[in-house]
């Protein structure tokens, strides 16, 4: 588009500063909104996602019909244009769903990687929330993240990331927190907020992949960036406190300390009972850096100023 678009009357100027104001007033809001604190969150910006959708066509070329590769060049077209979410619906979603599933074995096992690979970059564009809210029928989406125990541990990680990069704006952090239930194919009931929360103890907690211990460290530090609901709190707090009792290197030290001082600050009663019943003696942590020595004053302090919990 051209730069010179100045031949407009002083009625459409107007209306376009108005706009301006509403949509700059709205994200002001929605910011505010979603983010208590003002540290940015972690992102996972090192992805490819139209590379991942030339590698899907080359896998899927004779296994998906002219509409599915329709389905995925609009999703490419997505990625590098200005086309917006408007463009993606319903049947992008269930194609989606498709590819994740692994088409019950036809499809190679590298193809659900592939596609969050395309899904961590759909994270990264502003307006993907139109298309996760075309979802809230099937919840296909969340459906696959709420089985993150039953992935492959390469799928665990790049899920994580995904979940990472949902965490980068407003309006998909607060789609990740939604507490609208709906039931799953098990009769369970669950939501975004459980969902996302069970993703991120789950990640952390897990001994088998050091690398997706550090992404759960990284989601649960940006969940802590938001007001959360007392249960939320708590339940990430019970998580990051287990994993404090291993020898932690000072970023995921850092991260795991900031993230239960902020829990302490939304759960002033559990979280502080549960960092003396459960966490290790925060003082281990002493001489890795200043910031943390910091984190763990902090954090004492508060200890030591509530009843019952005087710390020795």
């Not at 965490?167 to 669950?190: A, H, N």
């Amino acid at each position: 588009m051209a730069d010179n678009d100045t031949d407009v009357n002083a009625g459409e100027t107007n209306d376009t500063n108005e706009t301006k104001e509403l949509k700059d007033d709205f994200e002001t809001k929605s910011i505010r909104r979603s983010y208590k604190y003002d540290d940015p969150p972690v992102v996972y910006k090192d992805v490819d996602g139209v590379a991942a959708i030339k590698k899907l066509r080359d896998f899927m070329s004779d296994l998906i019909s002219a509409e599915q590769h329709t389905y995925l060049n609009e999703l490419g077209e997505y990625l590098v244009s200005e086309s917006g979410a408007w463009a993606l619906g319903e049947e992008h979603l269930e194609f989606i769903s498709l590819l994740l599933s692994g088409g019950d074995g036809k499809f190679a096992p590298n193809v659900p990687l592939l596609v969050l690979e395309v899904l961590k970059a759909c994270a990264l564009k502003d307006d993907i929330v139109l298309v996760l809210h075309q979802d809230r029928k099937e919840h296909r989406i969340m459906s696959y993240i709420n089985k993150i125990e039953s992935l492959t541990l390469a799928e665990q990680e790049e899920t994580a990331k995904l979940l990472c990069n949902l965490c980068g704006q407003p309006t998909t952090f607060d789609w990740l927190l939604y507490i609208s239930e709906w039931t799953e194919s098990d009769g369970q009931s669950f939501s975004n907020s459980k969902a996302t929360t069970r993703a991120a103890v789950h990640t952390v907690l897990n001994e088998k992949l050091t690398t997706l211990q550090k992404t759960g460290v990284c989601l649960i530090y940006n969940l802590a960036l938001k007001e959360l609901f007392d249960d939320v709190a708590t339940e990430l707090a019970t998580a990051v406190l287990q994993f404090l009792h291993g020898d932690l290197p000072e970023d995921q030290a850092y991260m795991c300390l900031l993230s239960i001082q902020r829990f302490m600050a939304i759960s002033y009663n559990d979280v502080p009972a549960l960092v003396k019943m459960l966490g290790p003696d925060l003082n281990k942590f002493k001489g890795l850096s200043e910031r943390v020595d910091k984190l763990v004053e902090e954090v004492n302090a508060k200890l030591a100023t509530l009843p019952n919990l005087q710390t020795d």
